[in-house]
């Protein structure tokens, strides 16, 4: 199943103007992938909306459930609104 996910933080949990969160962030990262595959998630795309603070996120995943264990992990404080989408190929249009 596809998910949208918007994941906006505020400034101060930002990792761009918060030194403590941009290291806590840069331990992370390296590990995104595996923690993706430990619940079955499939990152399509993550694109960021800076300066609004403001991510948006393509993924796959068997239920809304294991997206929230990925998403969650994340090292800084977001809120997420998380949509199931579904796939239109261009021939559709």
Do not use: W
């Amino acid at each position: 199943m596809l998910f949208h996910v918007t994941a906006r933080h505020t400034f101060d949990q930002c990792g761009m103007y918060n030194p403590d969160i941009q290291k806590d962030l840069q331990a992370f990262l390296p590990s995104i992938q595996q923690l993706c595959k430990e619940h079955s998630v499939k990152l399509h795309y993550v694109v960021t909306g800076h300066p609004d603070h403001v991510f948006y996120i393509l993924v796959e995943a068997e239920d809304s459930g294991s997206l929230c264990s990925v998403l969650t992990a994340i090292p800084m404080q977001q809120e997420f609104d998380i949509k199931p989408v579904r796939f239109l190929g261009v021939d559709q249009f």
